[in-house]
């Protein structure tokens, strides 16, 4: 479980989306996906955001919003689409377990990644997970926000993500 001096060491956009997932009117123990307004939420963390609706029987991740830092960062575009091999290679099974664990067990996760392209090129990144709920108290989202650690400063514009690497994970309390 991360400690409270440990959440003061997140990156300013993770810490800030974490603090206002925190501030949201909850529904067992979580928040509501429903209270969600994205005009509440700093200016400055909207880019580094996104937004993951699950499904169930089968279990699956559709990514329905992608901030534009992401985009960038990242030099891919997964709004609209699924985490499967065509969006994250080979790490899509890690990722989409990691999210079927946080929904089973209700909890939020911070993960250290490195991401590598095709030119291999690679960057560090560290992104939370927020579980959100509907008005029944299902865990039916996922707010994200996410931002570089280290690596390229300026990757070029032919950076595009090709594998990640999950090198740390810690739930949140």
């Known amino acids: 479980m991360e400690k409270p001096n440990d959440l003061l060491k ?6 800030g989306i974490y603090d206002y997932w925190r501030s949201l009117p909850t529904c067992e123990g979580l928040p509501l996906k429903s ?9 400055g963390f909207l880019p ?5 609706q699950l499904e169930y029987n089968p279990f699956a991740a559709f990514v329905r919003l992608q ?30 377990a990691s999210y ?6 209700r909890m939020a996760y911070v993960s250290q990644e490195e991401i590598q392209s095709s030119k291999y090129q690679s960057i560090l990144i560290e992104a939370i997970h927020l579980p959100m709920v509907d008005d ?15 690596g390229a400063d300026s990757t070029d514009l032919e950076f595009r993500g090709r594998h990640w690497d999950i090198k740390a994970r810690s739930q949140i309390a």
Do not use: M, W
């Open 35 to 43: 209270a969600l307004d994205p005009v509440e939420i700093p200016s």
């Open 10 to 15: 997140l990156t300013a956009p993770v810490k």
């Open 136 to 150: 029944v108290g299902d865990v039916k989202f996922i707010l994200g926000a996410l931002s570089r650690i280290s």
């Open 67 to 96: 901030g534009t830092y992401l985009n960038y960062s990242l030099g891919q575009y997964f709004t609209d689409k699924y985490v499967d091999k065509s969006t994250f290679g080979d790490s899509a099974a890690t990722i989409l």
């Open 100 to 105: 079927e664990e946080a929904a089973a067990k």
């Open 48 to 52: 580094h955001i996104f937004l993951v």
